[in-house]
């Protein structure tokens, strides 16, 4: 180990200022165990001392501010858990309430009325007063001079730290006692110099520097580009290297032979023309079966794409080639409508097709298992179950795996053992448009095929905003399209932690509708999570026949089922779903060639945030446009998919904001990998050592395959 690298490592109660005690507690809230990790606890936003709001000019609307005055009064008020800490605050235009729930003791103790303060906090209005609760506190002239910049740092902090002396201030030393000690030649710059002159970064020293303690916006600006991009360029790197290391190492069966099944099948019994996107992904995905090495490959398509005939068209080849072939979904109804289609297509074939799930058992399954290891089974359909150790295929060529199953490495590896030499080639599809940012990231290790072309002749969905108050004319308007035959689903929203609450609304709702739509005229189907499987089929089924005119039910019907003749989509408490869901939803009607509604039902108050889901939701029906919104929404942690994958905790950069760093990130690791796949060269120094040293970053991410 090199002298340079020493420091950033040394133990963080080794600098002037912590000792045992503080490091402690930097090590339990912030996970700061070295002088380095100090230094990556960026600050998040930084206070400019020079400019303050008057608070007579602030409203409710005003957001965080910056005040500067006078600390008047403090006083506690109310008993037991509504104890609250109550102060005045006054410039010399007004006075407003400063307000504290947790740590009163220790700021009763160390707040001092009479002082002059700068705090920064948000704005609320309640019953017209103006209030911030929990304000960041500073005493005016508390700084040297040296620590006063015009933008002093504001770090993320804990109350635990706060009150046990580590608050915004000492850490604020800490950072600058670090860089009064560190010279430029201690920390080892980890980008090659011929990136730094191309994007004009300034050095990983000066960064570091000038995130803390920038001189001004511009400083600020240019450290973060830099610190952004590094991050996101080894993220890159790591994920291209793992992909390369994958396709250089991991051999596949060779499917060369395009047979007598595909044949027939595409020249004969093939219900439509493919559309040009599903011929392009079909073709992309017949090259990656025929190099010898494993597929990975993730087929992107809106609801309704037409995955289903690419899935049936892949596992054909690997018919063609001998090969058995599977399917996979994450539910039994999916999984059933899967099989029901793909033998509706595939009759005639002479292929045999058989449906595996948990409720399979006994005889039935001993029978279905037994063909399926004699090769006696071409394709498997069907739930989790396929992976199970008890399934053995003859020689399983191919999987597919329908809606964005996350593999762990353990199913992973159970996915594998079922084919011999080598691992199956592994095709995943998902009707979860994913904005290509955060593909790249979550997905970067895969290859990707887009299909983004629907088939022709759809109608696309009108989709309106109603309220409570005009639930007659959505009733009427049901009413009207019944008669002309369609079906009508109604769905509730159903989340685990108000799911007593959620279920009674369904079941109120339904004893409304019941009102409306009575039989013998009407007749309603219930389909909710909390029913026995059986019951829950029978129900669908009625459905499907059109025995029923309206399904009510909660988001059990999300994914995949397909009634062509449903073509009104009403859902209920609209706000409550996140966009992405939404437009899953949606994705049911508009399934045949009748025009389909969507009506999306709220509340009439809205927040800002609900009211610009349901806003988008009415203006576009595009897939990749919604799931845009929906990062900009809620940013990259909540979509879905994202949350069981480490990949998305980033530093700084935000995947939802800096798309153009990231494409940069991406593309400059792709060149240096064509050029200097070991990064050999000793401008990629920097990089291989980087890489080495932060092996532990390089977290075991839940890929598909
Ligand atoms: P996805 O799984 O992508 O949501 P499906 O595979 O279920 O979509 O297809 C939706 C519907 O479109 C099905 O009824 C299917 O038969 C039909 N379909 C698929 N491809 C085409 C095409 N090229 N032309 C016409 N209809 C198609
Ligand atoms: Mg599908």
Same mark, same amino acid.
């Given at each position: 180990m090199n002298q340079t690298q020493s420091i950033l490592d040394t133990p963080i109660e080794y600098l002037k200022g912590v000792g045992p005690q503080r490091a402690e507690l930097l090590k339990t809230e912030l996970s700061v165990f070295t002088i380095g990790d100090l230094l990556m606890q960026y600050?998040?936003?930084?206070?400019?001392?020079?400019?303050?709001?008057?608070?007579?000019?602030?409203?409710?609307?005003?957001?965080?501010?910056?005040?500067?005055?006078?600390?008047? !009064?403090?006083?506690?008020?109310? #008993?037991?858990?509504?104890?609250? =800490?109550?102060? *005045? $605050? &006054?410039?010399? +235009?007004?006075?407003?309430?400063?307000?504290?729930?947790?740590?009163?003791?220790?700021?009763?103790?160390?707040?001092?009325?009479?002082?002059?303060?700068?705090?920064?906090?948000?704005?609320?209005?309640?019953?017209?007063?103006?209030?911030?609760?929990?304000?960041?506190?500073?005493?005016?002239?508390?700084?040297?001079?040296?620590?006063?910049?015009?933008?002093?740092?504001?770090?993320?902090?804990?109350?635990?730290?706060?009150?046990?002396?580590?608050?915004?201030?000492?850490?604020?030393?800490?950072?600058?006692?670090?860089?009064?000690?560190? !010279?430029?030649?201690?920390?080892? #710059?980890?980008?090659?110099?011929? =990136?730094?002159? *191309? $994007? &004009?970064?300034? +050095?990983?020293?000066?960064?570091?520097?000038?995130?803390?303690?920038?001189?001004?916006?511009?400083?600020?600006?240019?450290?973060?580009?830099?610190?952004?991009?590094?991050?996101?360029?080894?993220?890159?790197?790591?994920?291209?290297?793992?992909?390369?290391?994958?396709?250089?190492?991991?051999?596949?069966?060779?499917?060369?032979?395009?047979?007598?099944?595909?044949?027939?099948?595409?020249?004969?019994?093939?219900?439509?023309?493919?559309?040009?996107?599903?011929?392009?992904?079909?073709?992309?995905?017949?090259?990656d079966l025929r190099v010898g090495k494993q597929m990975n490959r993730l087929v992107q398509g809106d609801v309704g794409s037409g995955k289903t005939m690419v899935a049936l068209l892949c596992m054909l080849i690997a018919l063609d080639n001998g090969f058995q072939a599977c399917m996979m979904a994450p539910t039994e109804i999916l999984a059933q409508q899967h099989y029901i289609s793909i033998n509706e297509y595939a009759k005639d074939l002479g292929i045999q097709v058989a449906f595996l799930s948990g409720t399979i058992k006994g005889k039935k399954r001993e029978q279905l298992l037994k063909l399926l290891k004699e090769g006696d089974i071409h394709i498997l359909i069907g739930t989790h179950a396929l992976i199970e150790d008890w399934v053995e295929f003859k020689n399983l060529g191919l999987a597919v795996i329908d809606e964005q199953h996350r593999f762990g490495v353990a199913q992973r590896a159970q996915l594998w053992k079922k084919s011999n030499p080598y691992p199956p080639h592994v095709l995943v599809m998902t009707a979860t448009p994913i904005p290509r940012t955060l593909a790249m990231t979550l997905y970067g290790d895969l290859d990707i095929s887009v299909i983004d072309e629907l088939p022709p002749g759809r109608k696309p969905i009108t989709t309106v905003h109603k309220t409570e108050h005009q639930r007659d004319h959505v009733i009427h308007f049901m009413k009207d399209e019944i008669a002309k035959g369609r079906q009508v689903y109604v769905v509730y929203p159903l989340i685990e932690e108000s799911e007593k609450l959620d279920l009674l609304a369904l079941e109120a709702g339904y004893e409304a509708l019941r009102r409306d739509f009575a039989p013998p005229e009407y007749q309603i189907s219930v389909v909710h999570g909390k029913m026995k499987p059986k019951d829950k089929d029978f129900e669908m089924q009625r459905f499907v026949k059109g025995e029923t005119q309206i399904m009510v039910a909660t988001t059990v019907i999300e994914v995949g089922v397909n009634v062509p003749n449903a073509s009104v989509m009403v859902i209920e408490h609209t706000e409550r779903f996140g966009l992405s869901q939404l437009h899953q939803l949606r994705g049911r009607v508009g399934r045949g060639a009748e025009q389909s509604f969507c009506v999306l039902m709220s509340s009439y108050q809205l927040s800002a945030d609900g009211r610009e889901r349901i806003q988008t939701m009415v203006r576009t029906n595009n897939g990749f446009e919604i799931a845009e919104a929906d990062l900009k929404l809620r940013g990259p942690g909540n979509i879905e998919g994202t949350q069981q994958s480490g990949i998305i905790n980033l530093r700084l950069a935000d995947l939802a904001k800096d798309g153009r760093i990231l494409q940069a990130a991406r593309e400059v690791a792709t060149r240096i990998l064509d050029d200097d796949p070991t990064l050999q060269r000793p401008e990629h120094l920097p990089l291989k050592r980087h890489l080495e040293e932060n092996k532990k970053e390089a977290k075991v991410w839940s890929r598909i395959s």
């Open positions: 600050p998040y936003r930084y206070i400019d001392k020079t400019s303050f709001h008057r608070i007579a000019e602030l409203n409710g609307d005003s957001g965080y501010v910056q005040l500067r005055g006078v600390l008047r !009064l403090l006083a506690t008020a109310g #008993e037991g858990r509504k104890k609250r =800490l109550v102060g *005045k $605050f &006054r410039d010399d +235009s007004g006075v407003i309430e400063l307000v504290w729930f947790t740590g009163i003791h220790w700021l009763e103790k160390n707040l001092i009325i009479g002082t002059e303060y700068v705090i920064f906090g948000k704005i609320t209005a309640f019953n017209k007063n103006l209030n911030i609760a929990h304000p960041e506190m500073e005493v005016v002239g508390s700084e040297t001079a040296q620590t006063a910049p015009t933008m002093a740092p504001m770090y993320s902090s804990t109350d635990k730290l706060n009150t046990k002396g580590l608050d915004v201030k000492a850490r604020r030393r800490l950072v600058q006692t670090i860089f009064e000690k560190l !010279l430029p030649n201690e920390v080892p #710059e980890n980008l090659p110099d011929y =990136l730094l002159q *191309k $994007f &004009r970064f300034p +050095s990983r020293y000066d960064a570091l520097r000038q995130i803390h303690f920038p001189k001004d916006e511009q400083e600020l600006e240019a450290a973060r580009n830099r610190l952004k991009f590094e991050e996101l360029f080894f993220l890159q790197l790591r994920l291209l290297q793992i992909k390369r290391r994958r396709h250089d190492t991991v051999k596949g069966f060779v499917f060369e032979t395009i047979g007598d099944y595909f044949n027939e099948f595409f020249n004969e019994k093939l219900p439509f023309e493919l559309t040009n996107a599903q011929k392009r992904v079909v073709k992309e995905i017949r090259q």
